[in-house]
């Protein structure tokens, strides 16, 4: 009896240890797959660690050769705003040139228009000098231009308005 109880006994402390056993294996296979599951999880984050990692190389280069592609846009940019300085300059320089030649040409006109009313006025000096038997003779038979001089020639007069002082140009003023 003693006997069946010790064995008893020892049964009864074999069940309970075969139940310590079995909780403690239960509880180191969940460990176990909390350890894998987090294991996991740092290698589902290492992978997507260098995931990021290559995408952030690959956007770097993206802005290096952005800032490249900029700095040739401004680059660019500054040569066309030099180059439109340049023709303003330019555009501005040739309308000085034009407008001065403009002045120039009125002030030749206004000469020029001079030099016919002197030659008109000498040819009707000259027409009434003649008398009455120089017959009248239209302004294109008297008045020439000299070819490859500047003067004034008036035929069968004998005068020469020529290359002497510039007269100031005369103003004509024409009442209506």
Request: hydrophobic residues 30%.
């Given at each position: 009896?003693?006997?069946?109880?010790?064995?008893?006994?020892?049964?009864?402390?074999?069940?309970?240890?075969?139940?310590?056993?079995?909780?403690r294996?239960?509880?180191?296979?969940?460990?176990?797959?909390?350890?894998?599951?987090?294991?996991?999880?740092?290698?589902?984050?290492?992978?997507?660690?260098?995931?990021?990692?290559?995408?952030?190389?690959?956007?770097?280069?993206?802005?290096?050769?952005?800032?490249?592609?900029?700095?040739?846009?401004?680059?660019?940019?500054?040569?066309?705003?030099?180059?439109?300085?340049?023709?303003?300059?330019?555009?501005?320089?040739?309308?000085?040139?034009?407008?001065?030649?403009?002045?120039?040409?009125?002030?030749?006109?206004?000469?020029?228009?001079e030099?016919?009313d002197?030659?008109?006025?000498?040819?009707?000096?000259?027409?009434?000098r003649?008398?009455?038997?120089?017959?009248?003779?239209?302004?294109?038979?008297?008045?020439?231009?000299?070819?490859?001089?500047?003067?004034?020639?008036?035929?069968?007069?004998g005068?020469?308005?020529?290359?002497?002082?510039?007269?100031?140009?005369l103003?004509?003023?024409?009442?209506?």
């Amino acid at each position: 009896e003693t006997e069946v109880e010790q064995l008893q006994r020892l049964l009864a402390g074999m069940e309970k240890d075969h139940r310590d056993l079995l909780a403690r294996m239960e509880s180191g296979q969940a460990e176990l797959e909390r350890l894998r599951k987090a294991e996991g999880e740092r290698a589902a984050q290492q992978e997507r660690s260098s995931q990021l990692e290559k995408e952030v190389a690959g956007l770097r280069e993206k802005i290096h050769h952005l800032d490249d592609m900029l700095k040739s846009q401004q680059r660019k940019v500054r040569q066309m705003i030099e180059q439109l300085q340049n023709s303003k300059s330019v555009i501005q320089a040739k309308d000085t040139a034009i407008q001065e030649l403009k002045e120039r040409v009125s002030y030749l006109e206004a000469e020029n228009l001079e030099m016919h009313d002197r030659i008109e006025h000498l040819i009707e000096k000259q027409v009434s000098r003649g008398g009455s038997s120089a017959r009248a003779r239209s302004k294109s038979e008297y008045v020439s231009r000299c070819s490859g001089n500047s003067g004034i020639r008036v035929r069968n007069s004998g005068i020469w308005v020529g290359n002497g002082p510039k007269p100031l140009p005369l103003i004509r003023v024409v009442e209506t």
